[in-house]
């Protein structure tokens, strides 16, 4: 999904974060309808990365323009820039809990799967019976649900199936398909997806995985450089 969708995508979502809350019980009756309803954010990555905040925006606009009242609890994970690790993870946990202890939740919002690996793990702990709203969660499986009611979302599974079949019947001389990918939870996510598939294509191409942690970006970029140059000479582009 585009950085550009993301506000409308997030509304769609917001509209069935809203129906799925009402339909569990979250609007009570007399004096409590008054209290406002405070939505914990928990964002994988960094203020400033154009999807987390493309991402925080759609979630922002679409509180204010359907439930103005409720007040959101942004919190950002920053998985891009700190490398991930347990103890950063428990450290991070024990700063959550300190930091919300006393603060009453009525739904936590996931973005990404480092976020949402994290409540899968935490959240019983951190935020009892507090349901789990999710997006953007790559190589998603039901399983993942771990046979909870209380937690819905919406998934980004990318069509690599189709995405590689259709550039095979583009460029059907290519014989190599290379995954770019980092080290961050979603980029192995994304690996993962590829693997699954693999398969179908044994007979047309190979696969090679390259990530961003093993390179910097100039490594990265001469790389991918020969071997553009290397196919054109083997008819890539024929």
Same mark, same amino acid.
């Given at each position: 999904?585009g950085?550009?969708?993301?506000?409308?995508?997030?509304r769609?979502?917001?509209? /069935?974060?809203?129906?799925?809350?009402?339909?569990?019980?979250w609007? %009570?009756a007399g004096?409590? #309808?008054?209290?406002?309803?405070?939505?914990?954010?928990?964002?994988?990555?960094?203020?400033?990365?154009? @999807?987390? +905040?493309?991402?925080?925006?759609? !979630?922002?606009?679409?509180?204010?323009?359907? #439930?103005? /009242?409720?007040?959101?609890?942004?919190?950002f994970?920053?998985?891009?820039?700190?490398?991930?690790?347990?103890?950063?993870?428990?450290?991070f946990?024990d @700063?959550?809990h300190e930091?919300?202890k006393?603060? /009453?939740?009525d739904? !936590?919002?996931?973005?990404?799967?480092?976020?949402? $690996?994290?409540l899968r793990?935490?959240?019983? $702990?951190?935020f009892?019976?507090?349901p789990?709203?999710?997006s953007? !969660?790559?190589d *998603? +499986?039901?399983?993942?649900? +771990?046979?909870?009611? =209380?937690?819905?979302? &919406?998934?980004e599974n990318?069509?690599?199936?189709?995405?590689?079949?259709?550039v095979?019947?583009?460029r059907? %001389?290519?014989?190599?398909?290379?995954?770019?990918? =980092?080290?961050?939870?979603?980029?192995?996510?994304?690996a993962?997806?590829v693997?699954?598939?693999e #398969?179908? *294509?044994?007979s047309?191409?190979?696969?090679q995985y @390259?990530?961003?942690?093993d390179? &910097?970006? $100039?490594e990265?970029?001469?790389?991918?450089?020969?071997?553009? &140059?290397?196919k054109k000479?083997?008819?890539?582009?024929?």
């Open positions: 999904m950085v550009k969708n993301g506000n409308t995508f997030l769609f979502l917001i509209v /069935s974060l809203l129906a799925f809350l009402f339909f569990a019980g609007r %009570a004096a409590q #309808a008054q209290n406002p309803r405070r939505v914990l954010v928990l964002q994988s990555f960094h203020h400033g990365y154009i @999807w987390t +905040d493309s991402v925080q925006q759609g !979630i922002d606009d679409a509180f204010c323009r359907g #439930a103005p /009242s409720v007040e959101t609890y942004p919190v994970m920053d998985l891009k820039r700190i490398p991930y690790s347990d103890g950063h993870i428990l450290r946990k @700063w959550l930091s919300y006393n603060i /009453s939740f739904v !936590i919002f996931a973005s990404d799967n480092d976020a949402f $690996e994290f793990k935490y959240r019983d $702990e951190l009892p019976k507090v789990v709203v999710f953007a !969660i790559n *998603f +499986d039901v399983s993942m649900l +771990d046979g909870r009611k =209380d937690v819905t979302g &919406i998934p990318t069509d690599y199936t189709g995405t590689i079949d259709l095979l019947k583009l059907p %001389a290519a014989r190599t398909v290379v995954v770019v990918t =980092d080290h961050t939870t979603t980029g192995l996510a994304h993962s997806a693997k699954k598939i #398969a179908i *294509f044994s047309r191409v190979q696969f @390259w990530s961003l942690g390179y &910097i970006h $100039e990265l970029s001469q790389k991918l450089s020969r071997l553009l &140059i290397k000479y083997r008819g890539f582009d024929g």
